[in-house]
């Protein structure tokens, strides 16, 4: 699926710094004074039913900050360009603690509570039509603070041992730092203009739009103009190493190293040459940048972020595959509801397999082998399913770990040929847009002209170990 038009359209005014609907402040007419419609305050994600909001469809994010590190305050306004998609009377935005101190609508104050743990509830001062293109820029400040997950610790704006800060994780990122619509099917361009002490820069998603420094401040201006979900939204502040460099198709590379993380230098010198393996694999690169930020602190995940995934202290290889293998399963081709995780997971988590086949010689199906047998010895393994694991299960590592098996058995149900098309062929189908796992299990069945609902059955939805005919199909089998 491609971009529409009035993204392709807005992509265009984003790069171009929103010049044209900034500088009259305002994106529509609103329609006369009526009762209008309210917007719904969640977005209809099953797993977390007050995430996003319903009424619009924004377009883009233009974001300006000033962070002090030293005081850890935050200063900013965010101006949400969203299309109502009905007569809006009142609408909200999802933001994650912090203090709103002015909201205006197409220029026009507007009047805004607070709600529940993170609803920002705007009244325009008249009502938005239908169809109409609109601004709602909000000034907050603050000292931003994590949110806790079960299982990953904290996400989302969180502090660096050296007084860097850096903003990842799933499923919430963005709300910690600017107001938006918080569900991965609101895919947006992104504009991000920060300033910070001088010493101190800014790494952000998609290309750099220039660099000043003036009074003690320098000011990083960076331009996403590719839809991207809040989840895969990107701000790191540090005393960062920075290198630049290019793929050999020419887009730009730019990577940024923590104080204490310069050893990760040989692990993203590689990237060009695993973006070049995966390009034969799945497709065109789908990105407009690519890259990497290498902190020094031992969080417990790494993310990918949209053109430039963020590492945590303690990684190898095989992560830097796996999130690089994301610019294409999960941020251009992204899951429509979060128990569609195995989307982006498994299919990620399958790109080491390919890698260490190709260009290690490893013999993937031995590997199968010994895998079933270390999950067979763990208790419990098989009872968590990698499709629809359950709220706050996503990254369990049955997807990570249970997905790549999964992936294996499929190539040799489907044959290697049509696997082979299926991994090209679905990130071109849906580049850009959402899709479900549901729709790739029918892609696949639609490629391989295979009745394949029995093994999905075992292998996504299954709580015991698959039958023996969906474990070994082809020519797998328990002994070499």
């Not at 949110?147 to 910690?176: C, D, E, K, R, V």
């Not at 590997?367 to 369990?396: C, K, L, M």
Request: net charge negative.
């Amino acid at each position: 699926m491609s971009p529409t038009p009035i993204h392709r359209k807005l992509a265009v005014i984003v790069a171009a710094g929103l010049a044209v609907v900034l500088a009259s402040g305002t994106a529509s007419s609103a329609a006369p004074s009526t009762a209008g419609t309210v917007g719904s305050p969640g977005g209809g994600e099953p797993y977390y039913p007050t995430d996003g909001n319903g009424g619009y469809d924004v377009i883009a994010y233009d974001i300006a900050l000033t962070y002090q590190p030293e005081t850890r305050f935050l200063s900013a306004r965010t101006v949400v360009i969203a299309l109502a998609t009905q007569s809006l009377s009142r609408f909200n935005l999802d933001l994650d603690g912090l203090t709103v101190t002015g909201v205006t609508v197409d220029g026009a104050t507007a009047s805004f509570t607070r709600e529940g743990a993170h609803e920002l509830v705007i009244t325009p001062a008249r009502t938005l039509r239908r169809g109409a293109l609109f601004l709602a820029a909000v000034r907050y400040e603050g000292v931003p603070q994590p949110i806790p997950h079960p299982m990953l610790g904290p996400i989302g704006w969180q502090y660096s041992a050296n007084g860097g800060i850096f903003a990842a994780g799933a499923p919430h990122t963005g709300t910690t730092w600017f107001p938006a619509n918080d569900v991965p099917t609101d895919k947006a361009a992104f504009r991000l203009t920060a300033s910070v002490p001088e010493g101190w820069s800014v790494m952000s998603n998609g290309r750099e739009a220039g660099t000043t420094t003036k009074d003690g401040w320098t000011t990083n201006r960076w331009v996403e103009t590719r839809p991207m979900s809040t989840y895969a939204s990107l701000i790191a502040i540090n005393r960062w190493t920075i290198e630049r460099g290019q793929l050999t198709d020419g887009t730009p590379v730019v990577s940024a190293y923590a104080p204490g993380a310069e050893g990760k230098k040989a692990l993203q010198d590689r990237v060009p040459e695993i973006l070049d393996f995966m390009v034969s694999r799945f497709g065109p690169y789908p990105q407009e940048a690519a890259g990497g930020v290498y902190l020094a602190d031992d969080i417990g995940f790494s993310m990918e972020t949209q053109t430039r995934p963020i590492y945590a202290l303690q990684i190898d290889l095989s992560i830097v595959i796996h999130e690089n293998s994301h610019m294409w399963f999960g941020d251009s081709v992204t899951i429509k509801q979060w128990k569609d995780v195995c989307l982006a997971e498994c299919l990620a988590s399958y790109a080491p397999w390919l890698w260490d086949e190709a260009k290690e010689g490893v013999n993937l199906d031995a590997r199968y082998r010994s895998e079933i047998a270390r999950v067979d010895a763990a208790p419990g393994f098989w009872t968590r399913q990698p499709y629809d694991p359950g709220p706050n299960f996503e990254f369990g590592g049955r997807v990570y770990v249970r997905g790549p098996l999964m992936l294996h058995a499929l190539r040799h149900t489907v044959g290697e040929a049509d696997f082979a098309t299926i991994l090209r062929q679905w990130p071109s189908v849906h580049r850009y847009g959402n899709a479900s796992w549901l729709e790739f299990e029918a892609f696949a069945a639609s490629v391989s002209g295979q009745d394949l609902q029995g093994f999905f059955d075992a292998w996504a939805r299954g709580t015991v170990r698959p039958p023996d005919e969906f474990l070994w199909p082809g020519t797998l089998t328990p002994t070499g």
